[in-house]
């Protein structure tokens, strides 16, 4: 009797256990394939990673803060203008992560270039599917460094097991600076640049075809000042800042083809490149 009694009272409890793990698989499962919906729907990572390389050109690196991307929002943070709904909803579409368990913003962490200390490159993480991020670093990372974070693959889509060991973060993406120049670039000789800039029209464009867009430009270079080296017409100059100072093997008279980012017109006489490496630098 009492071996039957405890058959009953095992099935009982095993059945029991069964019943409230489907319904946390299940409560898992949905719960991980919304905030998937909301991470690639509503707020975009290449939303966010567009917003980053678009401080990186005005810039020339990336920002050391995640909240700097966004100036006014950044302001808005250290004064806590919380109550304002603009910031709310800037707050909760790009920068709360929809899968942390406690509402935190996504880890982000720049990586620097070790000779010039530039924030050459980023990368950015959600707490995943267990809601926390397990691999924060706090020391400061170089490019080349060896880094490694397990992480979890979204084309695997819900782990149950994942989900209750915890152990791996979502990497978003990862981007460096200077690879990202090199891939996407335009290519103009000095008097295409010079023509462009000098046309009222062109100057006074809310979108600039050349301004803050990577581009590699053919001349002969007229003078070197400190870090910089200039192109020079009669009645226009473009300055470019290296982006290794003191290492160049360019030297007066050399006809090269430089890689920088357009990032400002002083008047209609002189273009600023910063970040300048030679366009067929590895």
Same mark, same amino acid.
């Given at each position: 009797?009492? +071996?039957?009694?405890?058959?009953?009272?095992?099935?009982?409890?095993?059945?029991?256990?069964?019943?409230?793990?489907?319904?946390?698989? !299940?409560? =898992?499962?949905?719960?991980?394939?919304?905030?998937?919906?909301?991470?690639?729907?509503? @707020?975009?990572?290449?939303?966010? @990673?567009?917003?980053?390389?678009?401080?990186?050109?005005?810039?020339?690196?990336?920002?050391?803060?995640?909240?700097?991307?966004?100036?006014?929002?950044?302001?808005?943070l250290?004064s806590n203008?919380?109550?304002?709904?603009?910031? +709310?909803?800037? !707050?909760e579409?790009?920068?709360?992560?929809?899968?942390?368990?406690?509402?935190?913003?996504?880890?982000?962490?720049?990586?620097?270039?070790?000779?010039?200390? !530039?924030?050459?490159?980023?990368?950015?993480?959600?707490a995943g599917?267990?809601?926390?991020?397990?691999?924060?670093?706090?020391?400061?990372?170089?490019?080349g460094?060896?880094i490694?974070?397990?992480?979890?693959?979204?084309?695997?889509?819900?782990?149950?097991?994942?989900?209750?060991?915890?152990?791996?973060?979502?990497?978003?993406?990862?981007i460096?600076?200077?690879?990202?120049?090199?891939?996407?670039?335009?290519d103009?000789?000095?008097?295409?640049?010079m023509?462009?800039? @000098?046309?009222?029209?062109? =100057?006074?464009?809310?979108?600039? !075809?050349?301004?803050?867009?990577?581009?590699?430009?053919?001349?002969?270079?007229?003078?070197?000042?400190?870090?910089?080296?200039?192109?020079?017409?009669?009645?226009?100059?473009?300055?470019? @800042?290296?982006?290794?100072?003191?290492?160049?093997?360019?030297?007066?008279?050399?006809?090269?083809e430089?890689?920088?980012?357009?990032?400002?017109?002083?008047?209609?006489?002189?273009?600023?490149?910063?970040n300048?490496?030679?366009?067929?630098?590895?």
């Amino acid at each position: 009797m009492k +071996k039957r009694l405890f058959t009953i009272i095992g099935f009982t409890i095993f059945s029991i256990l069964i019943l409230l793990s489907v319904y946390d698989y !299940k409560e =898992r499962k949905e719960r991980f394939n919304k905030n998937l919906n909301i991470l690639y729907n509503e @707020q975009s990572s290449m939303l966010i @990673q567009n917003f980053l390389l678009d401080y990186y050109v005005r810039n020339g690196e990336f920002p050391d803060k995640y909240e700097k991307i966004d100036t006014a929002f950044y302001n808005a943070l250290n004064s806590n203008s919380l109550t304002n709904s603009d910031f +709310k909803y800037i !707050k909760e579409r790009f920068y709360t992560d929809p899968f942390s368990v406690d509402s935190s913003f996504y880890y982000y962490k720049a990586i620097y270039n070790e000779v010039n200390g !530039k924030r050459e490159g980023c990368f950015l993480l959600s707490a995943g599917i267990d809601g926390k991020i397990n691999y924060k670093i706090s020391d400061r990372i170089y490019i080349g460094d060896s880094i490694s974070i397990s992480t979890y693959e979204l084309n695997q889509g819900f782990n149950y097991l994942s989900a209750l060991l915890g152990t791996k973060d979502l990497l978003l993406f990862d981007i460096n600076g200077i690879a990202n120049m090199k891939m996407y670039h335009a290519d103009y000789n000095v008097k295409e640049i010079m023509d462009y800039f @000098q046309n009222d029209t062109n =100057r006074h464009l809310k979108y600039h !075809k050349m301004l803050k867009k990577s581009i590699c430009v053919k001349g002969l270079v007229d003078s070197i000042d400190n870090n910089s080296l200039f192109f020079k017409e009669p009645t226009f100059s473009i300055e470019f @800042q290296l982006y290794y100072p003191n290492s160049t093997k360019i030297e007066l008279g050399d006809n090269v083809e430089l890689l920088g980012i357009c990032n400002q017109y002083i008047g209609d006489s002189l273009v600023m490149f910063i970040n300048t490496i030679p366009c067929n630098s590895n």
